[in-house]
């Protein structure tokens, strides 16, 4: 979230938008990354054990995280539009879980959501916070497609680092006490 860590809410919903899976765009997408003849080929899909072309998981995760960054930078359009100073959102330290649960078909409208379902300061990382976040993407039928549990790092707005880590950060930035504090 593009939100202070602080402000960070457990278990609010985002709602990330929805993507509608053509036919054409899920071959496309298998051919350039994805390359199983399920995802490219719908001659021959049908004998597959999905019953058909269906998108690449990937494909899926795509869609999602690019849904997931644009509401990101709508987020922080919106809180400078508020007259307020949006947060920091860090890298990923990875993915806990992904889980596929039903195949993703030409046509199908898939909407996708995000929420934190838990946070924490960080251990390695002063100044920041680690958020667990899920992304749930659903079908038109409201069946659950995709499922990821995220973690990512948000900065903390009122962190004040000790009298020690200011010198241990300074130190690191002049150049023999760097080559000291290396060895």
Known sequence: MTRWFEDITIDEVFDLGSHIFTAEEIIRFGQLYD?????????????????????????????????????????????????EEPGVSGPSPGVNEMVFKAPVRPGD???YTLSVSAKRPSNSLPGWGLLFN??????????????????????????????????????????????????
Not at 57 to 78: N, P
Not at 149 to 157: A, M, N, Q, Y
Request: proline letters at 5%; a positive charge; hydrophobic letters at 40%.
């Open 35 to 83: 390359p199983q003849y399920f995802h490219t080929a719908p001659e021959l899909a049908p004998q597959s054990e999905f019953g058909g072309l269906v998108a690449s998981g990937w494909h899926t995760v795509c869609i999602g995280h690019r849904k997931m960054v644009d509401a990101l930078f709508a987020e922080e359009e919106r809180l400078r539009g508020l007259g």
């Open 109 to 111: 409208t898939v909407n």
């Open 134 to 183: 899920h992304l749930e993407a659903t079908n038109q039928n409201g069946e659950l497609v995709y499922r990821a549990e995220l973690v990512g790092f948000s900065k903390l707005r009122d962190f004040k680092p000790s009298l020690g880590l200011r010198l241990a950060l300074w130190a690191r930035t002049v150049p023999v006490l760097k080559r000291l504090l290396s060895r």
